[in-house]
């Protein structure tokens, strides 16, 4: 550059200018656009909408029964983006993935835009008056023979007073609450021994959480609250410790201080060890029958060991650290829960509750709603089980389904889709075409949750009482969608016309219904500003405290455990569907963020895997995407192997969510469904699908396929010291700080 | 040597290949300063010496600003009233239009009032076409620019939405007459200036690509 006039900085800026005009050619700047692109501005907007500002409304998520209370972001009258709602106390201002990937379900190209009715053989769109038509003629028929159900998912709030209400007027007969992940069984458990369904577990205020496979920071009832709770019992004056213990690791059990691997189906055993030596203390057995005492005397050390594959010595380790971080919590999951000995497992857990005396300190009771007709109906699976029966013997006119697709997540062995067959007449509410749906008579397109007016009560209330607000965050998408408080209003108005018409639609109810509740929540305000203040609020909360609870009488025979083994030489593995926090019964499928998302173990993203220990996986010669045949008695599924040392070694665990047939174009065909494949298995004392009892049996097939996660070989050095490691205990710490600090 | 590399946007400006550049050339169309000509074609030079007029763009309703600005003596922030507190500056809503215009009988009968009239009784936006488009990588903040040169530094309104924008005061539609283009801005943010009065401290506009490509 010497010798030219120019230096360096003016040639770039030369080049610079010349490159800026030539690159957007030599007529003039064409990147920059006028008179393309439309500016349209507002007719009349509220003050306070500022163009390029967002604004934040407050709604409710409805991806789980959480209930969590949030916010969107709204700008230009379009919903950006959803946050926690800081009054919310289920959420406290936080949120997780799925309520964050709730915009996409509001967003999805799958949208159903018009109601469809079946003509020949297939769907085809058609008009509302056709379709409510078709509705209202479920309920002139009233006399005919068969029952008219309602098939629904967990439900609160004002829809369930709705639906109730067209039940008692000869709208309908009955409904059934389906839960492809239901609790019921630890529900009864809790009834028999503490009288209420869902006691409240404070997990902050314990010192220890000992929990057999309960996921409440993933995959649990309420994950935001849990883990909001488990962020202050973890920053403690004394740190909480957590121990899990569970046949495959769960995002709860990856944040454990002691991971535990089980024999699956055998936490109740563990269990009765544990409360055995916790009984030899006297200030435990002072509060338990001596025939219970009794009941636990052959769960020695060493017998324990024996059927679950545990040290036997961690049991006095444990009893140890219960005793010194009092209070604790004794927490049982969904693993314990499906087996068919699934209460006494259950059961044995709880006992280890009261031997502990942990009610009315970890565990104690929400207070008393006092509107129990919103209250939360948790689903169950018995109740899908006898409708199925019902619709096999052709005793079933009319099902009306809502919040549920049992087509996906119903086990092979009940044939529902058949029984569905044998329905005259099928209708189904969705915001995107489901396996259900698509084989209903009748579709009807649903607003988004985004769109949409609703209360709800969350599932699980810990500090007070909640009623929990929702809101349109923007106008409908879709002209022809519509709110189904509004459909159920108008089937309200043609049964029961006196006392509905008064409510020009949902929300003229809902307005009405808050208003009244009033008094409920002591508020003073006058009638609008009472409705103002709540939606923008986002919930109705009380204080209320948590109640005592105390345990009601426990039988040896609540706790019996079965003799162990007795497995067909067929089927060596045990079956783990693993519910994950994102995919959870399969719902979120269908949303592009939640599969991009990689599990949280495996980091796989947009597949299905066959969880094996590395152990298992060596002794059959199987390697990471080895395609495995895994069959049960009921069916088979592929898919490929995941080595995993978070599982027992006689398991195999794939997860739930996955393998949807028809359900938006970012989830069909997308890896298999374990569901299917369950075998017929059932709680003996609830009758619940015991949804960890199946046996399969492991083939490895020819083929071999690469999965896309996240995960390097960080585990697999390769043969190359690229991380050279050492013992914690062959290393001297005062050495490895040569540097001193400041 | 450097200026093989200048060959192709030479070739493209037509101008011979083989002089060597001087200091003080300027490429293409750019030449000494023009007086600006209304009107002028597309592409064609502006007064501040970029070869940049934007294209007319016809609008639904066609806006005179100048009867607004220079006979009425609207500032420009009152119906642009975003600008000082948000990225965009924001076509005013209908509703600002029909605040006046509701009550000037003088007006009522005039064909681009009615216009707008028939707007207002149907509810309806009126689909302006945007002049000023930024490419969508381009993230421009009409409120930081508005504070520090309306508000902090106490330039007069129309001035300062002038310098980007023109002077719009005398238009009726907006024209693009500026380039808006990248080294135009970051002439601009180049330029040192003197941050007070009492102060010999001087600085100039942020020249970092997140600021503006975020």
């Known amino acids: 550059m010497s010798g030219s006039g120019v230096n360096r900085r003016d040639f770039l800026q030369i080049v610079g200018l010349g490159g800026t005009a030539m690159a957007l050619s030599a007529c003039g700047n064409t990147s920059i656009e ?142 059934v609450v389906y839960d492809a992940l239901s609790t019921a069984v630890e529900a009864s458990v809790n009834r028999k021994l503490f009288g209420v369904d869902h006691p409240v577990t404070v997990i902050e205020k314990a010192g220890l959480v000992l929990s057999f496979g309960n996921d409440f920071l993933g995959a649990g009832e309420s994950p935001v609250a849990a883990a909001r709770q488990y962020a202050r019992f973890r920053k403690a004056a004394r740190r909480g410790i957590l121990v899990q213990i569970e046949p495959k690791m769960t995002l709860t059990g990856a944040n454990a201080d002691r991971w535990v691997p089980i024999k ?26 001596p025939a219970l005492i009794a009941a636990v005397e052959p769960y020695t050390q060493v017998e324990v060991s024996r059927i679950t594959g545990v040290r036997g010595d961690l049991i006095p380790h444990l009893a140890g650290m219960l005793w010194e971080h009092a209070p604790s919590l004794v927490l049982a999951g969904r693993y314990p829960q499906g087996h068919a000995h699934g209460s006494r497992n259950t059961a044995a857990i709880a006992l280890l509750n009261v031997v502990l005396q942990n009610q009315g300190k970890t565990l104690l009771r929400a207070a008393d709603l006092p509107f129990p007709q919103l209250a939360p ?238 152990s298992t996986a060596k002794a059959m010669d199987v390697r990471e995407g080895d395609v495995l045949l895994i069959e ?60 960890y009892a199946t046996r399969v049996a492991i083939t490895k097939t020819d083929r071999n396929e690469r999965f896309t996660k996240d995960e390097g070989a960080t585990n697999l050095q390769q043969g190359r010291k690229l991380v050279a490691t050492l013992a914690a205990d062959q290393v001297d710490l005062s050495k490895e700080m040569p540097f001193v600090i400041r | 040597m450097w200026y093989p590399l200048l060959v192709f946007p030479l070739a493209l400006a037509g101008m011979s290949i083989a002089e060597p550049l001087q200091k003080g050339d300027h490429f293409g169309t750019f030449g000494p300063h023009e007086p600006f000509k209304q009107g002028g074609p597309i592409g064609s030079q502006t007064p501040d010496g970029f070869n940049a007029l934007g294209p007319v763009v016809e609008q639904p309703i066609e806006f005179p600003h100048y009867i607004h600005v220079e006979k009425m003596g609207i500032d420009c922030l009152y119906c642009h009233t975003y600008a000082r507190r948000s990225a965009v500056s924001g076509i005013p809503r209908l509703s600002k239009c029909i605040g006046c215009h509701q009550s000037i009988e003088s007006v009522k009968d005039k064909p681009r009032i009615k216009m707008l009239l028939d707007y207002w009784d149907k509810k309806q936006a009126i689909p302006w076409k945007k002049v000023h488009d930024e490419p969508d990588f381009v993230r421009f903040n009409h409120e930081r620019h508005i504070q520090r040169f309306i508000f902090q530094q106490e330039r007069p309104t129309r001035e300062a939405c002038g310098y980007c924008h023109g002077d719009v005061g005398n238009m009726t539609t907006a024209r693009r007459v500026k380039a808006l283009s990248m080294g135009w801005c970051i002439s601009c943010h180049q330029k040192d200036h003197k941050l007070n009065a009492v102060s010999d401290e001087t600085s100039h506009g942020p020249n970092d690509c997140w600021q503006c490509h975020k």
């Not at chain 1, 835009?113 to 509705?135: H, V």
């Not at chain 1, 439900?155 to 209400?165: A, C, D, W």
């Not at chain 1, 699956?264 to 029958?289: D, H």
């Not at chain 1, 599982?647 to 569901?675: E, F, K």
């Open chain 1, 632 to 691: 049960s008695a009921q069916g088979s599924i592929r898919a490929k192997a995941y080595l995993m040392p978070g599982i027992h070694p006689g398991s195999v665990a794939v997860p739930v969510g996955q393998g949807h047939d028809a359900y938006g174009r970012y989830a069909t065909h997308i890896g298999v469904n374990p569901l299917k494949i369950l075998d017929p298995i059932f709680d003996q004392d609830t009758g619940e699908l015991a949804l």
């Open chain 1, 264 to 289: 699956p189906g055998t936490e109740g055993v563990f269990a009765l060890g544990l409360a055995r030596e916790l009984l030899q203390r006297k200030e435990y057995s002072g509060g338990i029958s």
């Open chain 1, 377 to 614: 109906t948790a689903g169950d699976f018995k109740s899908l089980a006898e409708l199925n029966k019902a619709m096999a013997a052709g005793q079933v006119r009319s099902l009306l389904i809502h919040g549920s697709n049992p087509v996906y997540s119903a086990p092979d062995f009940l044939g529902f889709a058949a029984n569905l067959q044998k329905v005259a007449f099928k209708a189904a509410w969705v915001t995107e075409l489901d396996e259900t749906a698509a084989q209903c008579d009748l579709v009807l397109p649903l607003l988004s949750p985004l769109e949409d007016f609703g209360t709800h009560i969350p599932l699980n209330q810990s500090d007070g009482i909640e009623l929990s607000m929702q809101q349109p965050l923007m106008q409908k998408l879709y002209p022809e969608t519509r709110s189904f408080g509004d459909v159920l209003l108008d089937l309200l108005k043609k049964t029961k016309p006196d006392s509905y018409k008064a409510f020009p639609d949902y929300y003229g109810y809902l307005k009405t219904a808050i208003i009244n509740a009033k008094p409920a929540f002591s508020a003073q305000a006058e009638d609008e500003a009472f409705w103002e203040e709540t939606l923008s609020a986002g919930v109705l909360h009380r204080a209320a405290p948590l109640l005592p609870l105390s345990a009601m009488e426990i039988t040896p025979a609540m706790i019996e455990q079965p003799a162990p083994g007795g497995y067909e030489a067929k089927y060596p593995f045990s079956l783990i569907p693993a519910v994950s926090a994102s995919m959870r019964d399969g719902r979120p499928a269908n949303l592009a963020w939640l599969q991009e998302s990689p599990d949280t173990l495996t980091t796989v993203v947009w597949d299905s895997w066959a969880e094996l220990h590395p």
């Open chain 1, 34 to 175: 006028s008179g393309v692109e439309l500016v349209q501005s507002y007719v009349q907007p509220e003050n306070f909408v500022v163009p390029g500002v967002g604004v934040y409304y407050a709604s409710t998520c409805l991806q789980c029964a959480s209930a969590c209370g949030i916010m969107g972001r709204v700008r230009e009258g379009r919903i950006l983006k959803l946050e926690g709602n800081p009054n919310s106390t289920i959420s406290g201002g936080k949120i997780c993935g799925l309520g964050q990937a709730a915009v996409q379900q509001h967003y999805s190209p799958d949208r159903l835009t018009t109601p469809m009715i079946r003509e020949n053989g297939s769907l085809k769109p058609a008009t509302w008056d056709k379709a409510m038509a078709l509705l209202n003629a479920t309920l002139t028929s009233a006399d005919a023979p068969g029952r008219r159900v309602w098939l629904t998912g967990p439900t609160s709030g004002h829809h369930q007073v709705l639906l109730r209400s067209l039940i008692d007027a000869g709208g309908a007969t009955d409904t």
